[in-house]
T-cell receptor, first 113, second 110 residues
Framework: NAGVTQTPKFQVLKTGQSMTLQCAQDMNHEYMSWYRQDPGMGLRLIHYSVGAGITDQGEVPNGYNVSRSTTEDFPLRLLSAAPSQTSVYFC????????????FGPGTRLTVL | AQSVAQPEDQVNVAEGNPLTVKCTYSVSGNPYLFWYVQYPNRGLQFLLKYITGDNLVKGSYGFEAEFNKSQTSFHLKKPSALVSDSALYFCAVRDWDMRFGAGTRLTVKP
């Protein structure tokens, strides 16, 4: 049971490039989410999904796309990277209910030059 | 909209002393409150949560939190701090989205 896994661990992009951050979980969790962590701002929700085929926007969705074709995977796509997207990105999952605990992946550190 | 606030950026305590990390919340319905800890270059680890019931919640590593509805607070506590407790602590409130506080850096000195 690997829990929540994220790839890559580190990434450097140039402004305007696109890329996909991968997130997978093997706990059969219905709920998955993406956060970004910036100094002094805590974690902010980008997008979330309550099940396969269902996604919704969080607090800071602009510049990011998501899809949820399977229960296990929830990739985050940066369409045209900007320096403001330099951050640490965390994926999380939880079973189903709003009272369930979310479990976090190890994070991806992204730098956009 | 729901939110939490952590009024202290930094908390310093001596090893063996009790520690408190403060959190206040604002919600329109039932508050579902969580505490997480983050060690350097790691993801967030769950400590404890309040859903309903007893106002004193016990969690991992000897931590506990007290839910106070009248003061809209959910402070994290530990009776005797360890140097290894030094980390970044986050309070969060959950609906279908989860809102985090800005974090409090706890430093426990020997």
């Amino acid at each position: 049971n690997a829990g929540v896994t994220q790839t890559p661990k580190f990434q450097v992009l140039k402004t305007g490039q696109s890329m996909t951050l991968q997130c997978a979980q093997d706990m059969n969790h219905e709920y998955m989410s993406w956060y970004r962590q910036d100094p002094g701002m805590g974690l902010r929700l980008i997008h979330y999904s309550v099940g396969a085929g269902i996604t919704d926007q969080g607090e800071v969705p602009n510049g990011y796309n998501v899809s949820r074709s399977t229960t296990e995977d929830f990739p985050l796509r940066l369409l045209s990277a900007a320096p403001s997207q330099t951050s640490v990105y965390f994926c999380a999952s939880s079973p189903r209910l709003v009272t369930d605990t979310q479990y976090f992946g190890p994070g991806t550190r992204l730098t956009v030059l | 909209a729901q939110s939490v606030a952590q009024p202290e950026d930094q908390v310093n305590v001596a090893e063996g002393n009790p520690l408190t990390v403060k959190c206040t919340y604002s919600v329109s319905g039932n508050p579902y409150l969580f505490w997480y800890v983050q060690y350097p270059n790691r993801g967030l680890q769950f400590l404890l949560k309040y859903i309903t019931g007893d106002n004193l919640v016990k969690g991992s590593y000897g931590f506990e939190a007290e839910f106070n509805k009248s003061q809209t607070s959910f402070h994290l506590k530990k009776p005797s701090a360890l140097v290894s407790d030094s980390a970044l602590y986050f309070c969060a409130v959950r609906d279908w989205d989860m809102r985090f506080g800005a974090g409090t850096r706890l430093t426990v000195k020997p």
